[in-house]
T-cell receptor, first 116, second 118 residues
Framework: NAGVTQTPKFQVLKTGQSMTLQCAQD?????MSWYRQDPGMGLRLIHY???????DQGEVPNGYNVSRSTTEDFPLRLLSAAPSQTSVYFC???????????????FGPGTRLTVL | AQKVTQAQTEISVVEKEDVTLDCVYE???????LFWYKQPPSGELVFLIR??????QNEISGRYSWNFQKSTSSFNFTITASQVVDSAVYFC???????????????FGGGTRLMVKP
């Protein structure tokens, strides 16, 4: 099992550019999510998905889009990059069933994004 | 709304000292889950423990132990006989029960950077 994989590891963008951060998991987890990590603020939830075709907003969704066409993949799109989106982005997945206990999330290695 | 506070931003200890990392949480739910994650200098997030709100038993795993106290809304983490390899940022996180959507949206504390010096 590769677990949760993310590409690229590093990315530099200019203000206004768009790009997609890729995330994939091979654990057949229904739940996937994207977080951003900024110094001193812990991780904050951007978007999440409880299964293919279902997505919802987290705490800081502005400027980001997601889609979930398969169980395995959950890409994060930056529509028009801004310096405020400079951060480390983590994708995570977990095995949860509706009405069941909340399980731990498995995190990818992260993507370090710099927007100039 | 849920909130997690880790008041200690940085702690520095000498190897073999015991150290406790504090975590205080706020939630309106009666069913919730608490987690601790470790982020070593390499940057990945490593799951350490999960605790649900109905299980107040303390847990010990090797040199690690966790003290969950609902009365004070705290879930503290103690490392006994710290080692240099324990140097990392430690995050406490909270997930409220999400019956309808089976999501577990984690709310993280700001993290505590632990530095263990030889």
């Amino acid at each position: 099992n590769a677990g949760v994989t993310q590409t690229p590891k590093f990315q530099v963008l200019k203000t206004g550019q768009s790009m997609t951060l890729q995330c994939a998991q091979d654990m057949n987890h229904e739940y996937m999510s994207w977080y951003r990590q900024d110094p001193g603020m812990g991780l904050r939830l951007i978007h999440y998905s409880v299964g293919a075709g279902i997505t919802d907003q987290g705490e800081v969704p502005n400027g980001y889009n997601v889609s979930r066409s398969t169980t395995e993949d959950f890409p994060l799109r930056l529509l028009s990059a801004a310096p405020s989106q400079t951060s480390v982005y983590f994708c995570a997945s977990s095995y949860n069933l509706r009405g069941g206990p909340v399980n731990e999330q498995f995190f990818g290695p992260g993507t370090r994004l710099t927007v100039l | 709304a849920q909130k997690v506070t880790q008041a200690q931003t940085e702690i520095s200890v000498v190897e073999k000292e015991d150290v406790t990392l504090d975590c205080v949480y706020e939630t309106r739910d009666t069913t919730y889950y608490l987690f601790w994650y470790k982020q070593p200098p390499s940057g990945e997030l490593v799951f350490l423990i999960r605790r649900n709100s109905f299980d107040e038993q303390n847990e010990i795993s090797g040199r690690y132990s966790w003290n969950f106290q609902k009365s004070t809304s705290s879930f503290n983490f103690t490392i006994t006989a710290s080692q240099v390899v324990d140097s990392a940022v430690y995050f406490c996180a909270l997930s409220e029960d999400a019956f309808l959507n089976a999501g577990n949206m984690l709310t993280f504390g700001g993290g505590t950077r632990l530095m263990v010096k030889p």
